[in-house]
């Protein structure tokens, strides 16, 4: 469990077969910022690319999103979202948390649309945004995650 007296840089996934969402953010101003999409050949990500973005960023604490259903059970993609989670504290040595992200996807696209009707998602994709969701859903429940 993340002291929460302390500052952190988060950086957050939404794990996809073909492409993966990104988002940043900073606790102390509870900021979630979605980031381009990255892209995955058939769910692994080229992880030197990935780990060149990670230092820029330098997070101190991993959100991956957990793909669930709605009965609570996984799936085989919610394994593969467990394997990404567990090579990237492997690889980097930073705590790493999953993320409930059922209904995200519903709420990145409604996002996506205001975004969309202000001039300003043209660049942004519901994946990155949804795991700016993910960044702020921590903000609210933190205590609420696993490892």
């Known amino acids: 469990m993340p002291d929460l007296s302390q500052p ?6 939404d794990f996809g077969t073909q492409k993966m969402g990104m ?10 910022n979605p980031l381009a999409l990255f892209p ?3 769910g692994i990500p080229n992880w030197d690319e990935l780990l060149k973005i990670v230092k820029q960023y330098q997070p101190t ?11 609570d059970t996984e799936s085989e993609l919610s ?8 090579r990237l504290r492997h ?18 696209r409604d996002e996506l649309d205001h975004y969309q009707a202000q001039g300003r998602g043209k660049k942004l994709a519901a994946d990155s945004i949804a795991a700016a969701l993910f960044i702020e859903s921590w903000y609210r429940t933190p205590e609420g995650l696993t490892p």
């Open 8 to 13: 952190y840089m988060i950086m957050a996934f």
């Open 23 to 32: 988002a940043v953010g900073q606790s102390m101003i509870e900021s979630a």
């Open 40 to 42: 995955m050949k058939d």
């Open 61 to 71: 604490l991993f959100l991956v999103g957990l793909p669930l259903n709605m009965d």
């Open 79 to 86: 394994a593969r979202s467990r394997k990404l989670a567990c």
């Open 91 to 108: 690889q980097t040595n930073i705590e790493t948390l999953m993320v409930d992200e059922r209904l995200t996807t519903r709420e990145a």
